[in-house]
């Protein structure tokens, strides 16, 4: 009998001492959390905009949902590692405006998750995928209360450097207000990273001079684009960059520069050369290749220090597209 009670005396210690060691490894692993606060971003723009409000803030993590390879994730779908990264996030920072459609399927599967929607209070313009070009758009925050992917918005809303800037400005506040003890740094960078979007935005104005002209384009992006230089979209050809470029989609280019009487295209690499060389066998009109900003470029440097200055970059490199257009 007393080997009995002796042998579940000791049982006891050790059971007891077993849940002392799990104990203080999941306080040790929820420690760990909570001192490694994690931004996970849906895609490149919003993810360089993180970075720069972010930057030097100890403690503090941004990781992009999607590969670098992925452009504009209309039709992304997750996968299970993008799952299991969500799941580890405190904030999920998206760029709003239906370009995320896969988010009511996050929300329900993370019902807690912080969800910062960037387009709250930019000016938006109606998509041109399902109807003609209209200039009526609304505000990211009428968007984001009535259900955006019902009216159909054009979701590119970083290509305009005034909707940029609110995308910035909701970044700094709402992480100053779920990670409050970084508060004044999350401030403090966003201003600074606003200052150098504006000062790029005063070149484009000092580049353009007053000038407005109509355009074609192949990508309602860059209606955002044209928005910010007030320049009129005479029409958008949207074009799939997976799929190759279609002889009904090269006419349609092509009598929209004859009846417009038009003097540039818009268009990207993917299809700059081929519609340069059609459309100059006819016309006068300059094809003007420029970037939607969805990949980093291919030069850019892989660490995170490289990739702040991208879209700075790339917007740029842009307007010099414009730039030598407009001298020639």
Known sequence: MKNKYLFTAVLLIVLTAFLAAITRVGGWQEGRKKEEFLVVTSFYPVYVAALNVTDGIEGVQVRCLTQPKTGCVHDYQLTTQDMRLLEQADVFVING?????????????????????????????????????????????????????????????????????????????????????????????????????????????????????????????????????????????????????HAAQVNEVLEAVQQGQIYYLWTEEIYGERLTQLIQQEYSCKTVVLDTLVLPPQDSKTDQAGEKDAYLAGMRNNFEQIRKALSE
């Not at 740094?185 to 150098?196: E, S, V």
Request: with cysteine; charged share 25%.
């Open 97 to 245: 405006a239906g370009m995320e459609t896969y988010l009511a399927d996050v929300t329900a599967r993370y019902p807690d998750l912080y969800v910062l929607d960037t387009s709250k209070g930019t000016v938006l313009l109606e998509s041109m995928e399902d109807h003609d070009h209209d200039h009526a758009g609304g505000s990211g925050d009428d968007a984001h209360r009535e259900g955006v992917q019902d009216k159909h918005y054009n979701a590119h809303i970083w290509m305009d450097m005034a909707n940029y800037s609110v995308q910035i400005e909701n970044i700094g506040n709402e992480l100053g207000t779920v990670d409050s003890k970084h508060r004044k740094q999350y401030r403090d960078n966003a201003d600074n990273y606003l200052a150098k979007v504006q000062e790029l935005q005063e070149e484009c104005r000092t580049l353009l001079d007053g000038k407005n002209k109509s355009v074609v384009s192949t990508h309602e992006a860059f209606l955002y684009f044209a928005q910010n230089m007030g320049w009129d979209v005479a029409k958008t050809v949207n074009m799939d960059e997976n799929t190759a470029l």
